[in-house]
């Protein structure tokens, strides 16, 4: 028995912990994803509320505003596509790609909504519609719900980033295809507003 | 066997793992030894030097190398599940893949599932344990956790789908597993079995590396390959034997409990048929669970969640049939009602000021849920406002259920505070508003703590920023008029809990070198109980005399020595209690509450709050 043979022991003791090492950040990596993607689940509740209420406003003021009917299709094909990219991320909320969709989707229909209610203005009648009223209310509601959920989502994200992209982490990572996730923001600065809704 | 029994068995079976454990090493060790003995023996001829210079055959050296590398294997393998274990049930949950339910996103199944775990919840003074769904189809469920505080409960999507009383039986054995100390166990038996199953996957993987490295190696230069292969074969060995082990160990630890649950379910729920048939279904369908660490955790679940059973003696579970036998073999339930003593009396909870016998009988109530106290639970979940309840159940507006118990009445003041919340966050200002005239039109003293427990988990699933955020927010709306009052410091531990203001690890103490923080504690609840000195008095020597401390009583602390400041360490430290001294304290403040004959709403907070951070659970019935 040389001191070969104890130099191999000694490594391979070392690399058996460095498995255990690895396993331990494999597990740590997968319960912050799971956890992330848990969030994401509240994000999508109220985007889905969110996207509920939007035929009902436009079936509200059609009858007021039936001259503006372009930018009322505008806003439902906006509600329908974000709908659909809304269920591609909800599939797997660890597709950088469907949450990028998602956002964008998301972000148009917002610009939609701006656009909506910019000329809602102009119409008194709709405005002191009583349930156009409780509709807008309930929206307004319903984007600080988003705003707040987004950023639980955020944090999630955050902490599983930085956990996947710290050193020894990320070798397993790419190895077993630990994907960056995509943050839930908002595009620009113009955009970050929430529609104003003034009634 | 009351609750605080449980907890003793449940310790008492922790302090028999670890010696167990010490000697499963050893026995690991030595079996490691041998192996590499035999191994080198067999090929002395290549190290003519492997026989010592003692005569015993033996190279100590290198058994002392190998010893060292096993226990540094094992002692690897379970800090490394340790540390995936450290964030309690949730993590455990989410390491299984578990997506959290939520009212709002649930299905009508998850609703109901949801629906049971919050009468259970209510039933039995635990907060709602958040509730993950297992993407499988076997039938199964599992809990998880530390405390009652950060338990968590998942369900497989096979198990949802059951008749609600099987769920139901299902749902009250996990609970079983969540009042009686077993999480803390189980959680051990995690750590510990995954030290041992460790080796086992590791060893795997040096003897395939050995036996490539000496194929490369003797096609090379011919050199000798069979140290090489004995080292892998070795350290295969090691895996075998721990695993076995490992496997023997989690199953004669966790069948005991199984049964104790089993036995618990229908206690609680006092309906046989309900596990009973949940379980027989089992065995027609199976209870497999797929997720990759399953396996780490097989003694978590309801059933045997390994697909693949080996003999009884490695099952995680007793045999389905045996369980079903013993079910049925119970005590027939109707008849049990006698010693639940005509179970609307126990029922009715501590904070009935229908006299002073409901008061006393705290110790028993605690960590046990009756089918009585489970329609209690559905019927106090009905009687609370909608709008309340339904926001108490989703993440973004369980914050302004968390504030509500802070508000002033005060028209002024409330607009003050109401202000402090707008400058951080005006929507949540506004939900605050819209809230708290229902609020207002609800017995506050009955609604919050039920209140409490149903934002728990929604509280839970903020991110960390935004749970610290918000606690700051309740602790800057608690100090806005200077004073901490009372009230206010038993809402803001109980939210704290959650919110993540991390207790700390109190040391292990009896009750006897605790006498001090006892009688801060009793003398808390005696300020309560009246404005008159002479029954504060009274309250407190009726307290102090039902604890096993020896001497004569102390003097009762002055007012100025149990304000919440000295109250909140004093109940830090506390936690430390051995189980008798956890059940002679709680009885203790029982008796203080009661000894006037007149239960003020203040002292029965206090009561509940003293019993919910040692751990206790105490549930909240006002009336029955």
């Not at chain 1, 498995?19 to 999508?44: C, E, H, P, S």
């Not at chain 2, 934002?455 to 602790?475: D, F, G, I, K, N």
């Amino acid at each position: 028995m040389g001191p070969a043979i104890i130099a191999l022991i000694v490594v391979g003791v070392l690399a058996l912990l460095v498995v255990l090492w690895a396993v331990g950040i494999y597990n740590g990596l997968v319960t912050l994803r799971n956890r992330f993607k848990n969030a994401f689940a509240q994000i999508d509740v109220q985007l889905k509320r969110r996207f509920d209420l939007i035929p009902n406003l436009v079936e509200t003021s059609k009858a007021y505003m039936a001259h503006e009917r372009g930018t009322l299709e505008a806003v439902i094909q906006a509600r329908n596509s974000a709908v659909s990219a809304q269920a591609k991320a909800a599939a797997d909320p660890g597709d950088a790609g469907a949450m990028r969709g998602l956002i964008a989707a998301d972000a148009a229909l917002t610009g939609g909504l701006g656009k909506f209610f910019a000329l809602a203005e102009a119409y008194p009648q709709l405005k002191a519609d009583a349930n156009m009223r409780q509709l807008s209310e309930e929206l307004t509601s319903t984007e600080n719900k988003v705003a707040f959920s987004r950023q639980a989502y955020n944090d999630a994200v955050m902490a599983y980033n930085t956990a996947r992209e710290l050193f020894p982490a990320v070798v397993i990572a790419n190895f077993a295809n630990f994907t960056a996730a995509q943050l839930f923001e908002l595009e620009n600065a113009a955009e970050r507003q929430a529609p104003q809704v003034k009634f | 066997m009351d609750f605080f029994a449980h907890q003793d068995a449940a310790r008492s079976a922790s302090r028999r793992l670890i010696v167990i454990m010490v000697l499963t090493i050893a026995v690991v060790v030595v079996a490691v030894n041998v192996v590499f003995i035999i191994a080198f023996s067999a090929g002395h001829h290549y190290n003519p030097d492997m026989f010592g210079e003692d005569g015993t055959g033996i190279d100590w050296r290198i058994v002392g190398w190998v010893s060292l590398g096993t226990v540094a294997v094992i002692g690897g393998g379970g800090l490394v599940s340790w540390f995936g274990l450290r964030g309690g049930g949730r993590s455990v949950a989410e390491g299984l893949g578990g997506r959290e339910l939520h009212y709002a996103t649930a299905d009508a199944d998850g609703r109901r599932l949801l629906n049971i775990v919050e009468e259970m919840s209510l039933a039995s003074g635990v907060p709602r344990p958040p509730v993950f769904l297992l993407d499988d189809d076997g039938i199964n469920a599992f809990a998880a956790g530390f405390r009652p505080t950060d338990a968590a409960i998942g369900v497989t999507r096979g198990l949802q789908k059951l008749p609600r009383d099987e769920v139901q039986g299902v749902i009250a054995h996990e609970y079983s597993h969540i009042l009686n100390g077993d999480m803390r166990l189980n959680m051990r038996l995690i750590a510990a079995v995954a030290g041992l199953l460790a080796v086992a996957g590791v060893g795997r993987v040096v003897l395939a590396m050995a036996l490539r490295g000496s194929r490369v190696r003797s096609s090379k230069k011919g050199g000798s390959p069979l140290p090489l292969i004995a080292i892998g074969a070795a350290l295969w060995a090691i895996g075998i034997v721990g695993w076995f082990l490992g496997r023997w160990i989690q199953a004669g630890f966790s069948r005991r409990r199984e049964f104790l649950a089993d036995a618990s379910a229908v206690q609680f729920t006092r309906n046989p048929d309900g596990i009973g048939n949940a379980l027989a279904r089992i065995s027609g369908s199976g209870s497999g669970v797929t997720a990759s660490r399953a396996s780490d955790v097989a003694h978590l679940f309801f059933a045997d969640a390994m697909l693949s059973r080996f003999a009884g003696m490695f099952a995680t579970h007793p045999p389905l049939p045996e369980r079903i036998a013993r079910i049925k073999g119970l005590p027939t339930p109707t008849g049990s009602a006698a010693s639940t003593g005509g179970a609307p009396a126990g029922a009715m909870g501590f904070a009935s000021g229908s006299g002073g016998t409901g008061s006393t009988r705290v110790v028993e109530l605690a960590g046990a849920i009756s089918p009585d106290r489970l329609h209690l639970g559905a019927a106090l979940l009905d009687r609370l406002p909608k709008p309340l309840v339904e926001a108490a159940r989703e993440p973004v507006t369980a914050r302004a259920i968390s504030v509500l118990p802070l508000l002033h009445r005060d028209a002024a003041q409330l607009d003050g505070q109401v202000a402090a919340i707008h400058a951080r966050d005006p929507w949540l200002a506004a939900e605050v508003r819209r809230l708290h005239p229902i609020w207002l039109s609800v017995d506050a003293d009955r609604a919050r703590w039920p209140l409490v427990q149903l934002a728990c988990p929604a509280l839970a699933a903020l991110s960390e920023r935004q749970r610290a955020s918000h606690l700051r927010l309740c602790e800057a709306l608690a100090a806005d008029d200077g004073v901490i009052t009372l009230h206010e410091f038993c809402v803001l531990r109980a939210f704290g809990l959650v919110l993540g203001a991390s207790r700390p690890s109190a040391p292990r103490c009896r009750l006897r070198e605790r006498a001090a923080d006892a009688a801060i504690v009793l003398g808390a609840i005696a300020l309560c109980a009246g404005a008159d000195s002479a029954v504060q008095q009274t309250a407190f020597a009726a307290g102090w005399s039902r604890l096993p401390i020896p001497g004569n009583a102390p003097t009762r602390p002055a007012a100025s020595a149990c304000t919440p400041n000295a109250l909140g360490p004093a109940l830090d430290r506390l936690c430390g209690l051995d189980a008798a001294g956890m059940r002679a304290l709680v009885d203790a403040c029982a008796h203080a509450v009661a000894a006037d004959g007149d239960i003020q709403p203040r002292e029965a907070e206090l009561l509940r709050l003293v019993a919910s951070q040692l751990g206790v659970p105490i549930p909240a019935f006002g009336d029955g």
